[in-house]
């Protein structure tokens, strides 16, 4: 009688324990995969976005149905997006119209049971729907294995690295990854014997799944992640057999990092994403600035600010075109050109357009200008539109002086000419001139202009034109110019070295 109590207790907790031995698959699945409906339609709506997608519903293999979406654009590459946990697709449509502004095509689908997918998250559930949806949008949308990009975000580390290790891929981008489901139990159910039989599969290891992938890897973690500890990523990254990269973000946790960090980071996402290899492997980024370092003892080699910019977009302030490099939009035309100013400045022209910026910033640059010389800034040329320049280079100009139709700074509506003349030797050897070039060359930085084209063909690709001024950011400008390179150098050292 007196141990009554203890005997039922006891075959209580061996039930209970035989239950969760036989149901370990499901439940660790569902600790990780818990499912909420949501509608894209809904949160989109909500956060007043303009999100123009297209919906996919699919049945599964196991008639199930699969709910997408995928986000056209016309480059060749495609990234699969596999999703975090805390919610469905739709709550992770920041980081999906991210990767769309780098100019991909996007698709993504929602885990079973999760938004309007049906089914329930179990592993086989799961390697069906993602070899279904990509199976579909493979067809559909013609889409090459070499020119499949994959990115995951947290607990997308499971079914993604599932997915790779059957499928062939080009790239791969991991964005706070774990080592293991496994791991991650441990971790969060504490290192006890029920514990231990809920994750007994180990199902997912990707430490051990990575060692067999040779395409290059971005991995991207916060040092100060309580969810996924900083020591898992290390792991993969150590496992990963292809060329890797990892970034980490000083004092940053899990959620949300691409909102927070992707406009920093834009400039390694493009180049990862459309370049083979880097000259670094380590990037720490502390406080928005970022720093490259070593792959020996991780010392810090250079630190470059203004890595992250958009070089390619056409309407990006930093937009790069050179003799080899044209607009992607061959008659691109700046949505926000103004007339420029009569203050301080003479439009030898008239009625001159530059964008609303680089005009503002001119006003300035040429108030001070006034000030030193009591002289306007004589604006020789501004914006030139793809047709005009098309009509300087029919008139006969060649290309080292006059840029070819389409390959113009002018067109980026960003440059100006300051006061005429038809060579350097020209213009240097008039007194006034010159004065006014040193000048410029002390101060237009501040104001965020920089001399393109001061160090030659070899160099810039057109011969030196001291009268030529193109607003890049003052920031930017001011790096320049403290670096004592131009835009090209930049470009072709920091932007397109491999
Ligand atoms: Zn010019």
């Not at 040092?223 to 940053?252: L, M, R, T």
């Not at 380590?282 to 490259?292: P, R, S, T």
């Not at 000048?439 to 001061?454: I, L, P, R, V």
Request: net charge negative; proline share 3%; with cysteine.
């Amino acid at each position: 009688m007196k141990y009554k109590k203890t005997i039922l207790f006891f075959l209580l907790f061996v039930m209970v324990y035989v239950f969760f031995f036989f149901q370990a698959e499901r439940i660790q699945m569902l600790s990780t995969f818990p499912w909420i409906e949501a509608n894209i339609q809904d949160v989109v709506w909500y956060q007043k976005e303009n999100f123009d997608f297209e919906e996919i519903n699919i049945l599964s293999t196991s008639w199930e149905t699969i709910n997408g979406l995928y986000l056209s654009w016309t480059k060749n590459e495609s990234v699969f997006y596999f999703h975090g946990n805390g919610g469905p697709l739709p709550y992770f449509y920041s980081e999906i119209k991210y990767i769309h502004s780098l100019w991909y095509s996007v698709f993504a689908y929602d885990y079973p049971g999760y938004g309007k997918s049906t089914g329930v998250p179990e592993i086989e559930k799961v390697s069906e729907f993602s070899k279904d949806f990509f199976e579909f949008i493979k067809r559909e949308k013609n889409i090459r294995n070499e020119d499949l990009i994959i990115w995951w975000y947290s607990v997308g580390t499971a079914v993604a690295s599932d997915f790779a290790s059957k499928n062939d891929f080009s790239k791969i981008v991991l964005v706070s990854p774990f080592s293991s489901r496994y791991d991650m139990g441990k971790r969060w159910f504490f290192n006890i014997p029920p514990q231990k039989l809920f994750f007994m599969g180990n199902s997912y290891v990707t430490s051990e799944i990575v060692k067999n992938f040779s395409k290059p890897a971005l991995i991207l973690h916060g040092n100060n992640d309580f969810i996924v500890p900083f020591s898992q990523w290390k792991q993969v990254f150590e496992n990963y057999a292809g060329e890797k990269i990892f970034i980490e973000i000083d004092g940053f946790w899990h959620n949300w990092i691409i909102d927070e960090y992707g406009g920093t980071l834009k400039g390694i996402f493009s180049k990862f994403l459309s370049w083979e290899s880097f000259d670094f492997q380590y990037v720490f980024l502390d406080d928005q600035k970022i720093k490259l370092l070593d792959q020996e003892n991780q010392k810090e080699e250079q630190e470059v600010l203004f890595f992250s910019q958009d070089f390619e977009n056409d309407t990006s302030f930093t937009k790069y075109v050179s003799r080899e490099k044209s607009f992607e939009v061959l008659n691109y035309e700046p949505q926000d050109l103004v007339m420029i100013s009569w203050e301080n400045i003479s439009d030898t022209k008239g009625g001159q357009v530059l964008r609303e910026e680089a005009k503002i910033q001119l006003g300035l640059l040429a108030k001070e200008f006034f000030r030193e010389f009591w002289v306007p800034l004589k604006i020789i040329s501004a914006y030139r539109s793809y047709a005009y320049q098309l009509g300087i280079k029919s008139g006969g100009c060649n290309d080292v002086f006059c840029a070819k139709a389409w390959y113009s700074e002018h067109q980026t509506g960003l440059a100006v000419d300051i006061f005429e003349a038809s060579n350097q030797n020209d213009f240097l050897e008039n007194p006034d001139f010159k004065k006014y070039f040193t000048w410029m060359q002390e101060h237009a930085d501040t104001y965020g202009f920089h001399n393109s084209y001061q160090k030659g063909k070899e160099i810039d690709g057109y011969e030196i034109e001291p009268w030529h001024w193109r607003y890049l950011w003052v920031d930017f400008a001011h790096y320049l110019k403290e670096k004592n390179i131009t835009f090209s150098e930049f470009y072709t050292h920091y932007i397109l070295k491999k």
